[in-house]
């Protein structure tokens, strides 16, 4: 049985061709080479080509790996942290129940 695959939404192969610049700009700025990045982050060249031109089909694995290879892990890590999810709180604090009892004492001597 055959998947039916459908179109990304525009905002997400907008931000995929983001973070594909954002990528070439820093591996550029340290003046690496395409393959010496992928190397070092053991993905392929043609992997790390992909990324680069915003392919929004490369894996989050390659992703993070040649993210770490530019000392970039850190700024991953702060992705969809629930932290600063204000949206989610918001919807959280609004299943809290209104009133909580207070639990009958032990009595248990």
Do not use: C, Y
């Amino acid at each position: 049985m055959s998947e039916i695959s459908l179109p990304l939404p525009f905002e997400v192969r907008k931000a995929a061709r983001e973070l594909g610049i954002n990528v070439r700009i820093a591996r550029k700025r340290r003046r690496m080479l395409q393959s010496e990045l992928a190397q070092k982050a053991g993905v392929g060249e043609k992997t790390l080509r992909r990324l680069e031109k915003g392919d929004d089909g490369v894996s989050v694995g390659n992703v993070l790996s040649v993210l770490w290879a530019l000392g970039l892990l850190p700024t991953a890590r702060a992705l969809a942290n629930p932290d600063e999810d204000e949206h989610g709180k918001t919807l959280e604090l609004a299943r809290l129940p209104e009133r909580v009892r207070e639990s009958a004492p032990d009595n248990d001597f």
